[in-house]
């Protein structure tokens, strides 16, 4: 079955890194484009960026745009967003996410930002 789990959530200062992993078993990896999307509390799931199958397209939000860059290593069934210059705003629960006849998610992972 799909499986998508995400991992490297954490705290940081305002300013700060993190990279967060997804990793994706149970589909062919190499056919789908993968998303990330982020909940904050009270808020509903917005879409952060995406990731074309060859990794050779990537869309995102306009918040994130210049901060935030997704990746993905096909040998690895593996996806990633690599978030600089956090800011509180980005305190939220990060999703991986994958559309095949469903749209699948993880369990998640908390990003927290704060000084």
């Known amino acids: 079955q799909v499986q998508l789990v995400e991992s490297g959530g954490g705290w940081v200062q305002p300013g700060g890194s993190l990279r967060l992993s997804c990793a994706a078993s149970?589909?062919?990896?190499?056919?789908?484009?993968m998303r990330w999307y982020r909940q904050a509390l009270g808020k509903e799931r917005e879409f952060v960026a995406l990731?074309?199958?060859?990794?050779?397209?990537?869309i995102y939000a306009d918040s994130v745009k210049g901060r935030f860059t997704i990746s993905r290593d096909n040998a690895k069934n593996m996806v990633y967003l690599h978030m600089n210059s956090l800011k509180p705003e980005d305190t939220a629960v990060y999703y991986c996410?994958?559309?095949?006849?469903?749209?699948?998610w993880g369990q998640g992972t908390q990003v927290t930002v704060s000084s």
């Open positions: 149970g589909f062919t990896f190499t056919n789908y484009a």
């Open positions: 990731i074309g199958s060859a990794g050779d397209g990537t």
């Open positions: 996410s994958t559309s095949i006849t469903f749209t699948y």
